[in-house]
């Protein structure tokens, strides 16, 4: 196979997750998974598996089944058929916050562990997303990014085994994002989940991904791997796949 393979997905997807599976643990496993919403079928018989430490984005058009798929990992939505095993510690970022207003900084990130993570353990998470100093302030303090940075926190202090992104910096500025990428490929680096994340932006896919799923009538239609295309090549590649021409 050559480096460029520009309309065609990565044909050996099936050989790369036996590689990685032969490499490192399974962070979560799905086979056969269906949900319907009355006769809409949005989930139809999808397999997926995602490793430790492996950083996965899917990509798709509104309504194709992302964040439903997300939702049953998480736990949040309950499928009709098929089998998910996934860890018990898993945390969720969402686009927006969800901070509590009524609680400080320290007290949102340690939220639900107080006994386990306390005030010490929140501080550190805080430090981690650059935040060191703030445990006593409050959300309405804070930009936008920074809020993001206390979710973060909240969802790593418990230390997941798989991490959970639902398009969470979609409503931050481009220089804010920019920069949130970068500190969450180091946060995931260092604490090495499972993650998946749900997005339409084709360049954040490219910029934080291992692996890049493109979903379509409830199944997983594409696989790719970065590292084994150019970012402009893949681009364009997966434009194509979303509906979007670019020439």
Known sequence: MTASIALFPDSHASAFVEDRAAKSALAVSVRGLQRRYGKRVVIDALDLDIHKGEFVALLGESGCGKTTLLRALA????????????PERHSVV???HRLLP??????????????????????HALA???LSGREDDWPRNLSGGQAQR???A????????????????AALDALTRIKMHGLVKELVARHQPGVLIVTHDVDEALTLADRILVMRAGRIAASF???NHTSQEL?????EELGVRTH
């Not at 736990?75 to 996934?86: H, K, W």
């Not at 009524?102 to 005030?119: F, Y």
């Open 154 to 169: 909240r969802a790593l202090v418990r230390d997941p085994a798989l991490l959970l992104l639902d398009e969470p910096f």
């Open 75 to 86: 736990g949040l939505d309950q499928p009709d058929a098929g089998q998910i095993r996934a």
């Open 94 to 96: 969402f686009q927006e």
């Open 150 to 152: 206390v979710a973060l």
């Open 128 to 130: 981690e997303v650059g």
């Open 235 to 239: 681009r364009s590649v997966l434009l």
């Open 102 to 123: 009524w609680a400080t900084l320290s007290e949102n990130v340690a939220l639900g562990h107080e006994t386990t993570i306390g005030r010490t353990g929140a501080a």
């Open 225 to 227: 791997q970065p590292k």
